[in-house]
C-alpha cells in the first residue's frame, strides 16, 4: 500500500483494497478509521478522522471526505463528491458523482441519489444534487439531479425528489410535495 497515507489507530480489515488504480494522489486517512473487509477506496481520496465503513462499501477518486463519518455496507460514493463532517450514509446508498453533502447529515438505507437528468438519451452534464448540512433523507427515497435538499430539512421515506427542498422543511410523496416540519423534526440532527 505504497499509495496509501494512513493515520493512527486505523484498522484496515483483510479483503479491503485502500488506494486501488493508478492515480498520482495517495488515498490519505485521518486517525482511527476502520475500513471492513469487501471495502474499496480509490486513490485520490482524502478521508478525515473516525472515518468507518461496513463491508463492501465503495468510494471512488476524487472524493473529499470529512471526519466522523460513516459509509455503511454496500454502500456506492461514486467519485467527484465531497462529504461534510459528522455524516451517516447507512447500507445501500448510492451517493453519485458531482455530488455535494453537507455537515450533520443522515442518508438512510437504499437512499439513491442521482445525477444524469436524461440518462443515456442525450448528451450532457452530470449534476449531483446538494444536501446541506443537517438534512435527513430517509430510506428509500430518491433525490434527482441538481436538487438541493435545504438545511435541516427532512425527506421522507419512499420520497421522490424532483425540486428543491427549502431548509426546515418536510417533503414527501412522489412526487415529493413539501410542507412545514412537525415539531417531532425541529431541530438539528443528534448523529454527534
Known sequence: MDNVV??????IDDGA???????????RIGDDATIRGGTI??????IGDDFSTGHDA??????????????????VIDGR?????????????????????????FLGPGAVL?????????????VGPTIE?????????TVLPGV????????????VVVEDVPPETLAMGTPARTRSLPDPLEGPNQLA
Do not use: M, W
Open 81 to 105: 463528491t465531497t462529504i461534510g463532517d459528522h455524516v451517516s450514509l447507512q447500507t445501500n446508498v448510492y451517493v453519485p458523482s458531482e455530488t455535494t453533502i453537507g455537515n450533520n447529515v
Open 6 to 11: 494512513s493515520g493512527d489507530g486505523c484498522t
Open 58 to 75: 465503495l468510494v471512488r477518486e476524487e472524493t473529499a471526505i470529512g471526519d466522523d463519518v460513516l459509509v455503511g455496507t454496500k454502500t
Open 41 to 46: 477506496v480509490y486513490g485520490d481520496v482524502t
Open 148 to 159: 438541493t435538499v435545504g438545511e435541516n430539512a427532512f425527506v421522507a421515506a419512499g420520497a
Open 133 to 141: 448540512d443537517g438534512a435527513s433523507i430517509a430510506a428509500n427515497a
Open 17 to 27: 483494497t485502500v488506494g486501488y488504480g493508478d492515480f498520482e494522489e495517495p488515498t
Open 114 to 126: 442521482t445525477n444524469d437528468e436524461y440518462p443515456i438519451r442525450t448528451e450532457g452534464d452530470l
